[in-house]
């Protein structure tokens, strides 16, 4: 039976995990490492880098190298996060043709759900590889304050990398999981997960195999981004008052500006000071300028403060939500390379009033969480339930653009509700259901999940037709709805699509798009194995013939210089076929080189007047006996 692979799609770093032996499994990735950096870059020559590989390069080319684009899956062009968004990154964000906010790459635009079907289809390799099967089943998390878009376009993110997505999972939840597996006592605990990109806190209740969800909140634009963004406007700013320059608007200083606020934020997690060194960063009349810069940990503290203090707020409401109190809370677990910070930790510590449970890695556990549950799925994890909550609250417009709630947040899913309206005229025959997810009172200040018409409602004074609106929430968090008029029995349903999304055609081309993605991939890799077997070979034979071309006659000599000369034209041209067909030819030749010289060296060894070889001469005749040193 084929593995179901969990995988932690994260805002920064993504990573991959398997049950393996009863136990969930981290598998490292081709580079070696346990988790890859979320990103993906195109070259000019159009190769696609992925992981490490494109972070490597990200300086040189800012403009295609996308990081972070967790942040914008699910979410509109116009929505003001996006907005702040393209403040922060040196790639174009631009409005999709279904209004959402894709980012421009090599000359390409690609949906957040493409680039993340990237990041996953380089996870499924690195689970292949390790268990030398096709993967072809995973559960995938997201951040638990995710809403039914988001959730629905990192769905969409697997089908196009190939992969069956069983099970959307909340982070937090996952955590737990891999947290409390092997827990028996009853007891509650808070998950509290700063990322890359996103927070969540969730409270549960665990014991006896049991993890109940009671409460959840976060926010889906907070995390280590924000942390790098403080940084580098600190930098920047220092940097303009010295030399009166302006670093952001000069695209790879402000990536160099990135990456090094990024090491020296990691690095004043262990140390009390750090040094940022930019040598020629820029470049005025004057000649070139560098950016030495020492930061302490209580600069970072001191620009980071009201970003930790974000994240109190939702700690607050999921604690009111659940109806606990801090001392009620067994445990405090860390999920989320932020934790790391000394900061950060001392905060929750204040907040929560224990210290925090630092026992799991922060940036693997809610992967091996996700291969937890796909053991349960795939049943070789018993006698372990799971019972997550929905985020957001879930409603319908009513009269006067009232947000009338169906379903309240924190709601255990899945979940079936249904309400019945009426008519808001005389003789209306038709009714328009526009679906919202949110907590303000006003549909408008909500979240749109979409809207369908309901029609053939016969004609009647207003009140009086029945309509029964029914939403339904499964395990993923992903919603339908229907709504029916009682009377006639006509009725119209509709999954969940926001009015952006992506469409089944979108994802069929999508899909296409990937498949030529990889299989240009496997043609590159190839190219580059016949060419380092091509290069390898010439090198062996040049080696040979400098050694031994005394030995062989001119004509075979002849045939040889110009096997290697056709194999260098061949690795010059870059063809993978045409590279393997010259060094086939070459290790014939290069056979009939060696061949030569041991019959050369035999010929040599048997002519008159050789030294005969001594074969014998320290070989003794001899009998021999066993000896028992215990004989008297």
């Not at 950096?37 to 972070?55: C, N, T, Y």
Request: with cysteine; glycine share 8%.
């Amino acid at each position: 039976m084929a593995k179901v692979i969990g995988i932690d799609l994260g805002t920064t770093n993504s990573c991959v995990a398997v049950m393996d032996g009863g136990k969930p499994k981290v598998i490292e990735n081709a580079e070696g490492a346990r988790t890859t950096p979320s990103i993906v870059a195109f070259a000019k020559d159009g190769e696609r880098l992925i992981g490490q590989p494109a972070k490597r390069q990200a300086v040189t080319n800012p403009d295609s190298t996308i990081f972070a684009v967790k942040r914008l899956i699910g979410r509109r062009f116009d929505d003001p996060m996006t907005k702040k968004d393209m403040e922060l990154v040196p790639y174009s964000i631009a409005k999709g043709p279904n209004g959402d906010a894709w980012v421009k790459a090599g000359g390409q635009d690609y949906s957040p759900s493409q680039i993340s079907a990237f990041i996953l289809q380089k996870m499924k390799e690195t689970a292949e590889s390790y268990l030398g099967e096709t993967v072809t089943q995973a559960v995938i998390t997201v951040p638990a304050y995710f809403n039914d878009a988001q959730r629905q376009a990192t769905k969409d993110a697997g089908q196009i990398a190939g992969l069956e997505v069983l099970r959307i999972i909340n982070e937090p939840t996952a955590a737990a999981l891999a947290y409390g597996l092997d827990k028996q006592d009853g007891k509650t605990i808070a998950v509290y997960d700063l990322g890359g990109g996103t927070f969540d806190i969730s409270i549960l209740e665990i014991g006896d195999g049991v993890f109940e969800v009671k409460s959840t909140n976060g926010d889906t634009f907070l995390g280590g981004e924000d942390f790098d963004a403080k940084l580098v406007e600190f930098l920047a700013a220092d940097f303009q008052k010295s030399e009166g320059i302006d670093l952001t608007k000069d695209k790879l200083a402000l990536q160099r500006l990135k990456e090094a606020a990024e090491k020296a934020k990691i690095e004043l997690s262990s140390a009390q000071t750090t040094e940022v060194n930019l040598p020629f960063i820029t470049a005025d009349q004057n000649g070139p300028k560098h950016l030495v810069k020492s930061i302490t940990r209580a600069d970072l503290e001191r620009l980071v403060a009201d970003l930790i203090k974000r994240t109190m707020e939702p700690c607050k409401k999921a604690m009111a939500d659940a109806g606990v109190s801090a001392s009620e809370i067994s445990e405090v677990v860390l999920v989320g390379g932020m934790t790391r910070m000394p900061k950060v930790r001392e905060a929750v510590k204040e907040f929560f009033g224990k210290e925090p449970h630092t026992g799991v890695n922060p940036d693997e556990v809610v992967a091996m969480g996700a291969a937890i549950q796909a053991g349960v799925l795939q049943g070789d994890v018993k006698d372990v339930l799971l019972l997550d909550v929905t985020p957001l609250s879930l409603g319908i417009e009513t009269l006067g653009g009232v947000f009338t709630r169906m379903i309240d947040r924190n709601t255990t899913i899945p979940a079936k509700k249904s309400q019945v309206y009426s008519t808001a005229d005389d003789n209306q025959q038709a009714v328009t259901i526009r679906v919202f997810q949110g907590e303000r009172e006003m549909a408008a200040d909500n979240k749109i999940l979409g809207q369908f018409d309901l029609v053939g409602i016969p004609p009647a004074p207003r009140g009086v037709p029945q309509i029964e609106v029914t939403f339904d929430i499964d395990a993923n968090g992903l919603v339908n709805v229907s709504a029916k008029d009682k009377g006639t029995g006509k009725e119209q349903q509709i999954r969940i699509q926001a009015s952006g999304g992506l469409s089944d055609s979108d994802i069929d081309q999508m899909v296409k798009d990937a498949e030529r993605f990889a299989e240009e991939d496997k043609k590159r890799r190839e190219a580059a194995e016949a060419k380092n077997n091509a290069e390898s070979l010439v090198h062996t034979t040049e080696q040979q013939l400098a050694e031994h071309g005394d030995k062989v006659d001119a004509s075979l000599k002849g045939e040889i210089e110009t096997a290697i000369a056709d194999t260098k034209s061949a690795i010059e041209s870059g063809d993978a076929e045409a590279m393997k067909a010259k060094a086939q030819e070459l290790a014939t030749v290069a056979m009939k080189l060696g061949q030569a010289i041991y019959e050369k060296e035999q010929a040599a060894a048997a002519a008159p007047g050789a030294e005969a070889p001594k074969a014998d001469d320290d070989v003794v005749d001899a009998e021999f006996s066993e000896v028992d040193d215990n004989k008297a």
